[in-house]
């Protein structure tokens, strides 16, 4: 790290969410190293212009503070394949942006003394720069070690988001429920939208756009009267 706090940020994981943690971080003033390719690079570039595309380990070389956005089923082997490698350097900041894992798919890491923290910005994201603006009024799921702790929450809060903090015990649960409201949300709208289309009703997306909407902002005031304010509906 240098004096002044910037950070050189490595993205391994160029789907939708990697390309744009890069973006914000880059916009909080820390400079990113590079990033892996993936399967629309001209998508990334559009985020993240003029960034080198890496292999991991040269991702990791580079940089103090390592992204890990893959997809759930990746993560466990990638942090160990690159420990087998011997790519991971003391000192150096790994996080993940998995709900579901907490600090222990990261022990590979910490074992050759990377500092192991996991922040989840809870968004759906699209993979474009319009996530930068939904960042700005999210909240993030921060798990760290005591030691680290503040760095995870800071970097919460350089992607935008209000830092929450859930210890790794917990981070299960929160993971069950981040699953619970997309996929469950996605299956149900899918659902009213498939029986819409049966009946004849044109656009059925654009119909239920506003009842969902509405439905689901009282659904969230009524399982927690904070939600209000949070919606700025005080």
């Known amino acids: 790290m240098t004096r002044d706090g910037r950070l050189g940020v490595g993205i391994i994981g160029a789907g939708r969410v990697g390309p744009v943690i890069g973006a914000a971080l880059a916009g909080a003033g ?35 503070l390592v992204v890990l956005a893959v997809p759930h089923d990746q993560l466990p082997g990638l942090v160990a394949g690159l420990a087998d490698v011997g790519a991971w350097q003391m000192g150096q900041i790994v996080m993940h942006t998995d ?8 022990a590979p890491a910490a074992a050759q003394g990377a500092l192991p923290i996991a922040v989840h910005p809870a968004i759906a994201f699209t993979g474009t720069s319009m996530d930068l603006r939904i960042l700005r009024d999210a909240y993030a799921a921060v798990t760290a070690p005591a030691v680290v702790l503040p760095i995870a929450q800071a970097l919460a809060v350089e992607l935008g988001c209000e830092p929450i903090v859930v210890a790794d015990a917990d981070r299960h649960a ?57 919606l700025g509906l005080t």
Not at 35 to 60: C, Q
Not at 187 to 204: E, F, H, K, M, R
Request: no cysteine; glycine share 8%.
């Open 30 to 64: 820390h400079a990113v190293t590079g990033i892996t390719h993936g399967s629309d690079d001209e998508r990334v570039e559009s985020v993240l212009p003029g960034i080198p595309f890496l292999d991991a380990p040269e991702v990791v070389r580079r940089s103090e």
């Open 99 to 106: 709900p579901a894992f907490g600090l222990d798919v990261l």
């Open 174 to 230: 929160y993971g069950d429920a981040i699953a619970t409201a997309t996929q469950f949300s996605r299956s149900i709208v899918q659902q009213a939208v498939g029986a819409l289309t049966d009946a004849g009703v044109p656009a059925p997306g654009a119909y239920l756009s506003t009842l969902v909407h509405a439905t689901v902002d009282l659904a969230l005031r009524d399982a927690d009267p904070d939600t209000d304010a949070a």
